[in-house]
């Protein structure tokens, strides 16, 4: 909810502030989407959800993203040396930080390539005998993102869209990048803010003039 209050601040401050007497088109949009995202961990497709909040100017977005594993990545019997063959649990969240240049910017359709660059942790753990969750280790690191996705007009402020590329991650630990290195592929579901807020306005001033 903050998100999206913080949304739709950032929508009446651009509007507000490329409005002038003429009541010309504002000159950047605001954009809010859900992401529900899989990706392949070691060879096994788990899911990431994901939101994201951007602004778009002309065919230049910029977006701050925020995602993690939407449940821990498992592996049955992972070899963990002196503790034995255990129950092996992986977490891994990241913020982004996203460019995207849109290559196709049609009524109904929208096709953009983004490169995005985030931070986050890569936290495991592991099952004891009695059935405890153990912490095991905390890795920092830096998600580099490229992906060409295309999106869909459903209506005039909701989008849909699916898209795919892949994502190579820095880590001090050889095997975080190892395992968390790989195809990424999603789908996702988008509201326009910036078109609900100037719709919004316009109907507030139209009202007040009446």
């Not at 209050?5 to 989407?33: C, P």
């Not at 803010?193 to 139209?206: D, Q, S, T």
């Amino acid at each position: 909810m903050l998100l999206i209050i913080v949304a739709l601040q950032i929508g009446l401050v651009v509007n507000a502030s490329h409005r002038d007497s003429t009541e010309r088109k504002a000159a950047f949009k605001v954009i809010l989407n859900f992401d529900a995202r899989r990706t392949f961990v070691n060879d096994a497709s788990v899911r990431f959800n994901g939101l994201r909040i951007g602004a778009q100017r002309g065919k230049d977005i910029i977006a701050l993203g925020f995602y993690g594993l939407g449940e821990p990545y498992i592996q049955p019997a992972k070899d963990l040396g002196v503790l034995g063959v255990r129950e092996f649990r992986t977490r891994f969240s990241y913020t982004s930080l996203a460019y995207e240049r849109v290559l196709v910017n049609a009524r109904r359709w929208q096709i953009g390539v983004p490169v995005s660059i985030g931070l986050g942790n890569y936290r495991t753990s592991y099952l004891a005998d009695n059935g405890s969750e153990i912490a095991y280790g905390v890795n920092e690191l830096v998600p580099l993102e490229a992906t060409l996705h295309v999106d869909y007009n459903v209506f005039w402020f909701v989008f849909i869209g699916v898209g795919g590329g892949y994502r190579y991650v820095l880590a001090a630990d050889p095997a975080a990048t190892s395992t968390l290195s790989d195809r990424t592929y999603y789908y996702k579901i988008g509201l326009r803010f910036g078109e609900v807020v100037k719709r919004v306005r316009k109907r507030l001033r139209n009202g007040q003039g009446t």
